[in-house]
């Protein structure tokens, strides 16, 4: 039903618990030195999907990164793309179709579930995820493919995870970078949303 509308930013809820904000924080830096006018019209390019829920409110299912940098550098409004209405569905009937159609990702950041009231109620809340970052950063290295896969790079976070320690990653996240784009090219890697082996 793709119709895109302007709304406050700060109305925006999250559909996961966790970003990468080394991703954010590159974003912030992409958008700070632009104008008011060009920092607009980057977010007009750039949809967020959303779906109407519950009591009316923007659920966001992607861009999460975005949004919380547009709102870093002081943005106060963002243009969603409405994917669907689920407003009429109330509570657990609205989480469990949304975790049906994959637009909803309730772990945190050590990739443990939990339930869905424990996703943050505003963008600002969410934690880092450091690992998120790590497959973000892997993935512009061309280490693995944009993949239809809903949450496809929170599956690679979770592959880095169980393989590079946390206190290298935080040490030194380029080489971690590296250690990860070996990793994501291995065979141990094969079969996950994106893999190229190259």
């Known amino acids: 039903?793709?119709?895109?509308?302007?709304?406050?930013?700060?109305?925006?809820?999250?559909?996961?618990?966790?970003?990468?904000l080394i991703e954010v924080r590159d974003k912030v830096e992409r958008l700070s030195p632009l104008p008011a006018k060009g920092r607009r019209e980057l977010m007009r390019g750039h949809p967020i999907p959303a779906v109407l829920g519950p009591e009316g409110?923007?659920?966001?299912?992607?861009?999460h990164h975005l949004g919380r940098a547009a709102i870093e550098v002081g943005l106060t409004t963002a243009f969603c793309e409405l994917d669907a209405d689920l407003s009429t569905l109330a509570g657990d009937?609205?989480?469990?179709?949304?975790?049906?159609?994959?637009?909803?990702?309730?772990?945190?950041?050590?990739?443990?579930?939990?339930?869905?009231?424990?996703?943050?109620?505003?963008?600002?809340?969410?934690?880092?995820?450091?690992?998120?970052?790590?497959?973000?950063?892997?993935?512009?290295a061309r280490g693995f493919d944009k993949s239809p896969t809903a949450f496809a790079e929170f599956v690679w976070a979770d592959f880095f995870r169980r393989l590079i320690?946390?206190?290298?990653?935080?040490?030194?996240?380029?080489?971690?970078?590296?250690?990860?784009?070996?990793?994501?090219?291995?065979?141990?890697a094969k079969g996950l949303p994106g893999y190229t082996g190259k």
Request: glycine share 4%; hydrophobic share 40%.
């Open 57 to 63: 409110k923007l659920y966001i299912t992607d861009h």
């Open 1 to 20: 039903m793709a119709n895109v509308q302007e709304t406050p930013i700060q109305k925006l809820r999250p559909t996961q618990i966790t970003v990468g």
């Open 165 to 188: 320690a946390i206190e290298d990653v935080r040490a030194d996240f380029r080489a971690a970078v590296k250690t990860a784009l070996a990793l994501a090219q291995g065979k141990s």
């Open 93 to 140: 009937e609205f989480w469990k179709e949304m975790n049906r159609r994959a637009w909803v990702h309730p772990l945190d950041e050590n990739g443990v579930r939990h339930h869905y009231s424990s996703i943050p109620d505003c963008l600002e809340k969410m934690v880092d995820d450091v690992y998120r970052s790590l497959a973000g950063y892997v993935r512009a």
